[in-house]
Protein backbone atom coordinates (compact mmCIF):
# COMPACT_ATOMS: atom_id res chain seq x y z
CA UNK A 1 0.00 0.00 0.00
CA UNK A 2 0.95 3.33 -0.39
CA UNK A 3 1.66 5.73 2.36
CA UNK A 4 -0.39 8.79 2.76
CA UNK A 5 2.66 11.11 2.05
CA UNK A 6 2.64 9.66 -1.39
CA UNK A 7 -0.77 9.27 -1.91
CA UNK A 8 -1.09 12.86 -1.75
CA UNK A 9 2.03 13.87 -3.92
CA UNK A 10 0.51 11.67 -6.82
CA UNK A 11 -2.81 13.15 -6.30
CA UNK A 12 -4.81 15.10 -9.09
CA UNK A 13 -5.22 18.65 -8.69
CA UNK A 14 -9.18 19.08 -7.63
CA UNK A 15 -9.36 15.71 -6.36
CA UNK A 16 -8.49 14.92 -3.47
CA UNK A 17 -6.87 11.57 -2.80
CA UNK A 18 -7.24 10.40 -6.25
CA UNK A 19 -3.85 10.25 -8.09
CA UNK A 20 -2.70 11.52 -11.21
CA UNK A 21 -1.61 8.26 -13.13
CA UNK A 22 -0.52 10.30 -16.00
CA UNK A 23 1.57 12.46 -14.06
CA UNK A 24 2.99 9.86 -12.04
CA UNK A 25 3.46 7.31 -14.93
CA UNK A 26 5.65 10.54 -16.29
CA UNK A 27 7.52 10.82 -13.03
CA UNK A 28 8.47 7.01 -12.99
CA UNK A 29 9.25 6.38 -16.30
CA UNK A 30 12.16 9.67 -15.78
CA UNK A 31 13.66 8.24 -12.82
CA UNK A 32 13.94 4.65 -13.68
CA UNK A 33 15.56 6.80 -16.97
CA UNK A 34 18.44 8.27 -14.98
CA UNK A 35 19.11 5.07 -12.74
CA UNK A 36 19.67 3.13 -15.65
CA UNK A 37 21.77 5.97 -17.51
CA UNK A 38 24.33 6.11 -14.15
CA UNK A 39 23.97 2.44 -12.85
CA UNK A 40 24.71 1.29 -16.47
CA UNK A 41 28.00 2.55 -16.50
CA UNK A 42 28.51 -0.01 -13.83
CA UNK A 43 27.40 -3.10 -15.99
CA UNK A 44 29.03 -1.49 -19.11
CA UNK A 45 32.60 -0.85 -17.86
CA UNK A 46 32.76 -4.77 -16.48
CA UNK A 47 31.87 -6.44 -20.01
CA UNK A 48 34.57 -5.82 -21.97
CA UNK A 49 36.91 -6.45 -18.73
CA UNK A 50 35.34 -9.28 -16.71
CA UNK A 51 36.60 -11.92 -19.40
CA UNK A 52 40.07 -10.85 -19.29
CA UNK A 53 40.39 -10.60 -15.93
CA UNK A 54 39.55 -13.93 -15.32
CA UNK A 55 42.11 -15.01 -18.37
CA UNK A 56 44.85 -13.23 -16.06
CA UNK A 57 43.87 -14.79 -13.13
CA UNK A 58 43.53 -18.54 -15.09
CA UNK A 59 45.95 -18.24 -17.50
CA UNK A 60 43.56 -19.87 -19.17
CA UNK A 61 41.25 -18.77 -22.40
CA UNK A 62 38.33 -21.59 -22.00
CA UNK A 63 37.63 -20.67 -18.63
CA UNK A 64 37.70 -16.68 -19.71
CA UNK A 65 33.75 -16.96 -20.24
CA UNK A 66 33.29 -17.97 -16.72
CA UNK A 67 33.45 -13.92 -15.69
CA UNK A 68 29.78 -13.67 -17.86
CA UNK A 69 28.56 -17.19 -16.77
CA UNK A 70 28.83 -16.38 -13.57
CA UNK A 71 27.54 -12.70 -13.31
CA UNK A 72 24.84 -14.19 -15.68
CA UNK A 73 23.64 -16.86 -13.39
CA UNK A 74 23.96 -14.32 -10.64
CA UNK A 75 21.02 -12.40 -12.35
CA UNK A 76 19.43 -15.59 -12.64
CA UNK A 77 19.22 -15.93 -8.97
CA UNK A 78 18.75 -12.75 -8.03
CA UNK A 79 15.80 -12.11 -10.26
CA UNK A 80 13.18 -14.21 -8.54
CA UNK A 81 14.25 -12.73 -5.17
CA UNK A 82 14.02 -9.20 -6.18
CA UNK A 83 10.22 -9.81 -7.85
CA UNK A 84 9.49 -11.02 -5.02
CA UNK A 85 10.71 -8.31 -3.07
CA UNK A 86 9.43 -5.82 -5.08
CA UNK A 87 5.79 -7.47 -4.83
CA UNK A 88 5.93 -7.52 -0.91
CA UNK A 89 7.49 -4.37 -0.87
CA UNK A 90 7.09 -2.18 -4.25
CA UNK A 91 9.68 -1.66 -6.83
CA UNK A 92 12.15 0.86 -4.88
CA UNK A 93 12.60 -1.91 -2.38
CA UNK A 94 13.36 -4.61 -5.25
CA UNK A 95 15.84 -2.37 -7.24
CA UNK A 96 17.39 -0.85 -4.89
CA UNK A 97 18.33 -3.98 -3.42
CA UNK A 98 19.35 -5.14 -6.78
CA UNK A 99 21.67 -2.18 -7.28
CA UNK A 100 22.97 -2.34 -3.19
CA UNK A 101 24.33 -6.10 -3.72
CA UNK A 102 25.92 -5.31 -7.35
CA UNK A 103 27.95 -3.02 -5.51
CA UNK A 104 29.01 -4.89 -3.01
CA UNK A 105 30.34 -7.53 -5.55
CA UNK A 106 31.79 -4.86 -7.47
CA UNK A 107 34.60 -4.37 -4.51
CA UNK A 108 35.10 -7.72 -3.88
CA UNK A 109 36.30 -7.91 -7.29
CA UNK A 110 39.17 -5.91 -7.00
CA UNK A 111 40.29 -6.93 -3.83
CA UNK A 112 40.26 -10.64 -4.72
CA UNK A 113 41.81 -9.85 -8.09
CA UNK A 114 44.72 -7.70 -6.33
CA UNK A 115 45.19 -10.76 -3.69
CA UNK A 116 45.69 -13.10 -6.82
CA UNK A 117 42.34 -15.26 -5.50
CA UNK A 118 40.00 -16.22 -8.00
CA UNK A 119 37.54 -17.39 -5.74
CA UNK A 120 36.28 -14.17 -4.33
CA UNK A 121 36.87 -12.75 -7.63
CA UNK A 122 34.25 -15.20 -8.84
CA UNK A 123 31.83 -14.92 -6.10
CA UNK A 124 32.46 -10.57 -6.85
CA UNK A 125 31.41 -11.24 -9.88
CA UNK A 126 28.00 -13.36 -8.56
CA UNK A 127 26.81 -10.63 -7.12
CA UNK A 128 27.18 -8.24 -9.78
CA UNK A 129 24.69 -10.04 -11.13
CA UNK A 130 22.03 -8.58 -8.79
CA UNK A 131 22.38 -5.32 -11.07
CA UNK A 132 21.61 -7.02 -14.36
CA UNK A 133 18.12 -8.68 -12.63
CA UNK A 134 17.38 -4.82 -11.51
CA UNK A 135 18.15 -3.18 -15.37
CA UNK A 136 15.76 -5.98 -16.42
CA UNK A 137 13.17 -5.48 -13.62
CA UNK A 138 13.11 -1.79 -14.25
CA UNK A 139 11.61 -2.32 -17.67
CA UNK A 140 8.62 -3.86 -15.94
CA UNK A 141 8.70 -1.15 -13.70
CA UNK A 142 7.97 1.06 -16.67
CA UNK A 143 5.29 -0.90 -17.30
CA UNK A 144 3.08 -1.04 -14.20
CA UNK A 145 1.19 2.01 -14.55
CA UNK A 146 1.01 1.96 -18.64
CA UNK A 147 -2.07 1.78 -20.72
CA UNK A 148 -1.83 -1.31 -23.03
CA UNK A 149 -1.09 1.03 -26.18
CA UNK A 150 1.46 2.34 -24.59
CA UNK A 151 3.40 -0.51 -22.85
CA UNK A 152 5.89 -1.48 -24.87
CA UNK A 153 6.85 2.09 -25.57
CA UNK A 154 7.39 3.25 -22.21
CA UNK A 155 9.22 0.02 -21.45
CA UNK A 156 11.77 0.88 -24.29
CA UNK A 157 12.23 4.10 -23.28
CA UNK A 158 14.01 2.90 -20.17
CA UNK A 159 15.69 0.11 -22.26
CA UNK A 160 17.26 3.16 -24.15
CA UNK A 161 18.40 5.51 -21.10
CA UNK A 162 20.69 2.40 -20.51
CA UNK A 163 22.26 3.30 -23.98
CA UNK A 164 24.43 6.26 -22.29
CA UNK A 165 25.95 4.22 -19.43
CA UNK A 166 26.29 1.17 -20.57
CA UNK A 167 28.30 2.25 -24.04
CA UNK A 168 30.31 4.81 -21.79
CA UNK A 169 31.54 2.33 -19.76
CA UNK A 170 33.50 -0.23 -21.60
CA UNK A 171 35.33 2.69 -22.72
CA UNK A 172 36.75 3.48 -19.62
CA UNK A 173 39.40 0.05 -19.90
CA UNK A 174 41.67 3.43 -20.49
CA UNK A 175 41.23 5.19 -17.40
CA UNK A 176 40.46 1.52 -15.63
CA UNK A 177 44.09 0.47 -16.17
CA UNK A 178 45.14 4.19 -14.86
CA UNK A 179 43.25 3.59 -11.44
CA UNK A 180 44.57 0.17 -11.56
CA UNK A 181 48.53 0.38 -11.05
CA UNK A 182 48.68 2.67 -8.50
CA UNK A 183 46.56 0.50 -6.44
CA UNK A 184 48.24 -2.53 -7.29
CA UNK A 185 45.77 -4.42 -9.45
CA UNK A 186 45.91 -6.06 -12.54
CA UNK A 187 44.69 -4.08 -15.57
CA UNK A 188 41.25 -5.25 -16.10
CA UNK A 189 40.88 -4.61 -12.34
CA UNK A 190 40.59 -1.21 -12.92
CA UNK A 191 37.48 -0.87 -14.37
CA UNK A 192 35.25 -2.45 -10.88
CA UNK A 193 36.11 0.83 -9.47
CA UNK A 194 34.11 2.62 -11.70
CA UNK A 195 31.31 0.16 -11.32
CA UNK A 196 31.27 0.61 -7.59
CA UNK A 197 30.39 4.14 -7.84
CA UNK A 198 28.03 3.51 -10.58
CA UNK A 199 25.88 1.13 -8.84
CA UNK A 200 25.47 3.32 -5.41
CA UNK A 201 24.17 5.98 -7.58
CA UNK A 202 21.80 4.00 -9.49
CA UNK A 203 20.45 2.77 -5.89
CA UNK A 204 20.53 6.49 -4.67
CA UNK A 205 18.41 7.66 -7.92
CA UNK A 206 15.75 4.70 -6.72
CA UNK A 207 15.68 4.95 -3.28
CA UNK A 208 15.34 8.98 -3.23
CA UNK A 209 13.32 9.26 -6.68
CA UNK A 210 10.61 6.53 -6.86
CA UNK A 211 8.21 8.09 -4.96
CA UNK A 212 5.17 7.18 -5.32
CA UNK A 213 6.54 3.67 -5.88
CA UNK A 214 4.65 2.45 -8.96
CA UNK A 215 3.23 -1.04 -8.25
CA UNK A 216 2.15 -0.16 -4.87
CA UNK A 217 0.04 2.82 -6.55
CA UNK A 218 -1.18 -0.05 -9.57
CA UNK A 219 -2.66 -1.76 -6.21
CA UNK A 220 -3.80 0.89 -4.81
CA UNK A 221 -5.75 2.71 -8.17
CA UNK A 222 -5.44 -0.04 -10.49
CA UNK A 223 -4.57 1.24 -14.52
CA UNK A 224 -6.06 0.62 -17.51
CA UNK A 225 -5.88 -2.86 -18.42
CA UNK A 226 -4.61 -4.30 -14.91
CA UNK A 227 -6.59 -5.93 -12.35
CA UNK A 228 -4.41 -5.36 -9.16
CA UNK A 229 -5.78 -5.27 -5.62
CA UNK A 230 -4.83 -3.55 -2.81
CA UNK A 231 -4.32 -6.07 -0.44
CA UNK A 232 -0.61 -6.24 1.42
CA UNK A 233 1.71 -8.73 -0.18
CA UNK A 234 3.93 -11.16 1.49
CA UNK A 235 7.15 -11.97 0.40
CA UNK A 236 6.61 -15.54 -1.70
CA UNK A 237 8.13 -16.33 -5.17
CA UNK A 238 5.15 -17.95 -6.39
CA UNK A 239 7.31 -19.44 -9.01
CA UNK A 240 5.26 -22.80 -9.51
CA UNK A 241 1.80 -20.53 -9.97
CA UNK A 242 3.90 -18.16 -12.58
CA UNK A 243 4.71 -21.36 -14.69
CA UNK A 244 1.51 -22.10 -14.62
CA UNK A 245 -0.01 -19.43 -15.70
CA UNK A 246 2.57 -18.84 -18.65
CA UNK A 247 2.02 -22.44 -19.82
CA UNK A 248 -2.15 -21.84 -20.16
CA UNK A 249 -1.52 -18.84 -22.74
CA UNK A 250 0.15 -19.45 -26.17
CA UNK A 251 1.22 -15.55 -26.48
CA UNK A 252 3.07 -14.86 -22.88
CA UNK A 253 4.47 -18.65 -23.75
CA UNK A 254 5.82 -17.05 -26.91
CA UNK A 255 7.30 -13.72 -25.36
CA UNK A 256 8.82 -15.99 -22.68
CA UNK A 257 10.80 -18.01 -25.67
CA UNK A 258 12.07 -15.23 -27.39
CA UNK A 259 12.91 -13.24 -24.58
CA UNK A 260 14.84 -16.95 -23.59
CA UNK A 261 16.45 -17.68 -26.79
CA UNK A 262 17.56 -14.08 -27.56
CA UNK A 263 19.28 -13.63 -24.46
CA UNK A 264 21.26 -16.77 -24.96
CA UNK A 265 22.16 -15.82 -28.26
CA UNK A 266 23.53 -12.81 -27.37
CA UNK A 267 25.25 -13.51 -24.49
CA UNK A 268 27.22 -16.56 -25.67
CA UNK A 269 28.72 -14.63 -28.93
CA UNK A 270 29.27 -11.32 -26.88
CA UNK A 271 31.10 -13.12 -24.00
CA UNK A 272 33.66 -14.49 -26.37
CA UNK A 273 34.39 -11.62 -28.40
CA UNK A 274 36.49 -9.28 -26.23
CA UNK A 275 38.99 -12.53 -25.92
CA UNK A 276 38.95 -13.27 -29.47
CA UNK A 277 39.52 -9.44 -30.46
CA UNK A 278 42.58 -9.85 -28.15
CA UNK A 279 44.09 -12.48 -29.24
CA UNK A 280 44.46 -10.85 -32.96
CA UNK A 281 45.81 -8.35 -31.49
CA UNK A 282 43.41 -5.44 -30.57
CA UNK A 283 43.99 -3.11 -27.63
CA UNK A 284 41.72 -3.20 -24.65
CA UNK A 285 40.64 0.36 -26.37
CA UNK A 286 39.42 -1.43 -29.17
CA UNK A 287 37.48 -4.38 -27.30
CA UNK A 288 36.04 -1.11 -25.21
CA UNK A 289 34.93 0.12 -28.49
CA UNK A 290 33.14 -2.82 -29.84
CA UNK A 291 31.41 -3.34 -26.95
CA UNK A 292 30.29 0.00 -26.63
CA UNK A 293 28.59 -0.40 -30.30
CA UNK A 294 27.16 -3.64 -29.05
CA UNK A 295 25.68 -2.01 -26.54
CA UNK A 296 24.34 0.79 -28.11
CA UNK A 297 22.29 -2.04 -30.62
CA UNK A 298 21.08 -3.14 -27.45
CA UNK A 299 19.62 0.03 -26.35
CA UNK A 300 20.06 2.93 -28.46
CA UNK A 301 17.21 2.18 -31.09
CA UNK A 302 14.68 0.97 -28.39
CA UNK A 303 12.55 3.29 -28.64
CA UNK A 304 11.83 2.86 -32.42
CA UNK A 305 11.32 -0.97 -31.70
CA UNK A 306 8.84 0.08 -29.27
CA UNK A 307 6.95 2.07 -31.55
CA UNK A 308 7.23 -0.56 -33.72
CA UNK A 309 5.51 -2.94 -31.42
CA UNK A 310 3.03 -1.08 -30.31
CA UNK A 311 1.80 -0.19 -34.19
CA UNK A 312 2.79 -3.25 -35.69
CA UNK A 313 2.30 -5.86 -33.11
CA UNK A 314 4.54 -7.74 -31.38
CA UNK A 315 5.29 -10.68 -32.97
CA UNK A 316 6.43 -8.90 -36.13
CA UNK A 317 8.60 -7.32 -34.19
CA UNK A 318 10.28 -10.55 -32.16
CA UNK A 319 10.50 -12.41 -35.78
CA UNK A 320 12.51 -9.18 -37.48
CA UNK A 321 14.70 -9.72 -35.01
CA UNK A 322 15.66 -13.20 -35.45
CA UNK A 323 16.33 -12.00 -39.03
CA UNK A 324 19.10 -9.89 -37.54
CA UNK A 325 20.40 -12.05 -35.24
CA UNK A 326 21.11 -14.25 -38.16
CA UNK A 327 22.73 -11.54 -40.26
CA UNK A 328 24.87 -10.82 -36.97
CA UNK A 329 26.23 -14.28 -36.77
CA UNK A 330 26.71 -14.49 -40.79
CA UNK A 331 28.88 -11.30 -40.77
CA UNK A 332 30.50 -12.38 -37.51
CA UNK A 333 31.48 -15.63 -37.40
CA UNK A 334 32.78 -15.05 -41.52
CA UNK A 335 35.06 -12.35 -39.99
CA UNK A 336 38.63 -14.49 -39.27
CA UNK A 337 40.90 -12.05 -37.96
CA UNK A 338 39.66 -9.09 -39.25
CA UNK A 339 38.14 -6.56 -36.73
CA UNK A 340 35.01 -4.16 -38.67
CA UNK A 341 33.13 -7.28 -39.53
CA UNK A 342 32.81 -8.33 -35.85
CA UNK A 343 32.65 -4.54 -34.72
CA UNK A 344 29.41 -4.43 -36.97
CA UNK A 345 28.45 -8.28 -36.04
CA UNK A 346 28.09 -7.01 -32.27
CA UNK A 347 26.20 -3.99 -33.31
CA UNK A 348 23.96 -6.42 -35.03
CA UNK A 349 23.37 -8.24 -32.07
CA UNK A 350 22.38 -5.41 -30.51
CA UNK A 351 19.92 -4.80 -32.64
CA UNK A 352 18.24 -8.26 -32.13
CA UNK A 353 18.40 -8.72 -28.97
CA UNK A 354 16.68 -5.35 -28.76
CA UNK A 355 13.79 -6.28 -30.80
CA UNK A 356 12.88 -9.58 -28.83
CA UNK A 357 13.28 -7.89 -25.78
CA UNK A 358 11.13 -5.10 -26.12
CA UNK A 359 8.54 -7.19 -28.03
CA UNK A 360 9.17 -10.16 -25.90
CA UNK A 361 8.16 -8.39 -22.97
CA UNK A 362 5.81 -6.75 -23.90
CA UNK A 363 3.93 -9.65 -25.70
CA UNK A 364 4.90 -11.53 -22.31
CA UNK A 365 3.33 -8.81 -19.06
CA UNK A 366 0.04 -7.92 -21.39
CA UNK A 367 -0.19 -11.91 -21.71
CA UNK A 368 -0.76 -12.70 -17.99
CA UNK A 369 -3.65 -10.94 -15.39
CA UNK A 370 -2.34 -8.47 -13.40
CA UNK A 371 -2.02 -9.99 -10.06
CA UNK A 372 -0.18 -12.18 -11.18
CA UNK A 373 2.57 -10.07 -13.38
CA UNK A 374 5.19 -9.57 -11.06
CA UNK A 375 6.03 -13.36 -10.74
CA UNK A 376 5.84 -14.40 -14.49
CA UNK A 377 8.69 -11.14 -14.84
CA UNK A 378 10.80 -12.37 -12.40
CA UNK A 379 10.38 -15.96 -13.61
CA UNK A 380 11.35 -14.65 -17.32
CA UNK A 381 14.35 -12.89 -15.99
CA UNK A 382 15.30 -15.74 -14.36
CA UNK A 383 14.87 -18.70 -17.08
CA UNK A 384 16.72 -15.67 -19.32
CA UNK A 385 19.97 -15.58 -16.85
CA UNK A 386 19.99 -19.27 -16.87
CA UNK A 387 20.00 -19.93 -20.25
CA UNK A 388 22.88 -16.59 -20.59
CA UNK A 389 25.07 -18.23 -18.06
CA UNK A 390 24.87 -21.55 -19.80
CA UNK A 391 25.56 -20.03 -23.58
CA UNK A 392 28.60 -18.00 -21.67
CA UNK A 393 29.70 -20.97 -19.61
CA UNK A 394 29.69 -23.24 -22.98
CA UNK A 395 30.99 -20.10 -25.12
CA UNK A 396 34.67 -20.79 -23.63
CA UNK A 397 34.88 -24.48 -24.90
CA UNK A 398 33.09 -24.00 -28.02
CA UNK A 399 35.35 -20.99 -28.79
CA UNK A 400 38.63 -23.06 -28.15
CA UNK A 401 37.32 -25.95 -29.80
CA UNK A 402 35.47 -24.50 -32.85
CA UNK A 403 37.24 -21.11 -33.12
CA UNK A 404 34.96 -17.90 -33.26
CA UNK A 405 33.34 -19.15 -36.36
CA UNK A 406 32.05 -22.25 -34.72
CA UNK A 407 30.79 -20.05 -31.98
CA UNK A 408 28.70 -18.09 -34.45
CA UNK A 409 27.15 -21.06 -36.36
CA UNK A 410 25.97 -22.83 -32.75
CA UNK A 411 24.50 -19.27 -31.38
CA UNK A 412 22.61 -18.85 -35.37
CA UNK A 413 21.39 -22.10 -35.31
CA UNK A 414 18.77 -21.40 -32.10
CA UNK A 415 17.46 -19.04 -34.24
CA UNK A 416 15.88 -21.27 -36.41
CA UNK A 417 13.36 -23.09 -34.17
CA UNK A 418 12.21 -19.78 -32.99
CA UNK A 419 11.84 -18.16 -36.10
CA UNK A 420 9.28 -20.99 -37.08
CA UNK A 421 7.25 -21.07 -34.50
CA UNK A 422 6.94 -16.96 -34.84
CA UNK A 423 5.71 -17.52 -38.37
CA UNK A 424 3.49 -20.30 -37.36
CA UNK A 425 2.05 -18.06 -34.68
CA UNK A 426 1.31 -14.70 -37.19
CA UNK A 427 -0.20 -16.93 -39.48
CA UNK A 428 -2.21 -18.38 -37.26
CA UNK A 429 -3.55 -14.78 -35.61
CA UNK A 430 -4.07 -13.67 -39.00
Excluded at 159 to 184: D, H, I, Q, Y
Aim: hydrophobic share 50%; proline share 5%; net charge positive.
Amino acid sequence: MTSAAESRSSAAPGIPGRPDLAAVQRHTVRVLMTAQVVAGIGMGSMLSSGGLLVEHLTGSRSVAGLATTLTTLGAALMSVPLAALSRARGRRAGLGAGWLVAAVGAVIVPVGAGLGLLGPTLLGMLLIGAASAANLQSRYAATDLAGPDARAGALSLVVWATTAGSVLGPNLSGPGEAVARPLGLPDAAGTFVFSVVAFLAGWAVIHKGLRPDPLLLTRATPAPGTTEGGETRRFRTRMREATRHVLASPAALTGLGALVVGHAVMVSVMTMTPVHLAHHGASLSVVGFTISLHILGMYGLSPLVGRAADRLGRIPVILAGQVVFTAATVLAGTSGGRQWPVTAGLFLLGVGWSCATVAGSALLSESVAGEHRSEVQGLSDMLMNLVGAAGAALSGVVLAGYGYGGLNVAAGALVLPVSGLLVLALRRRR
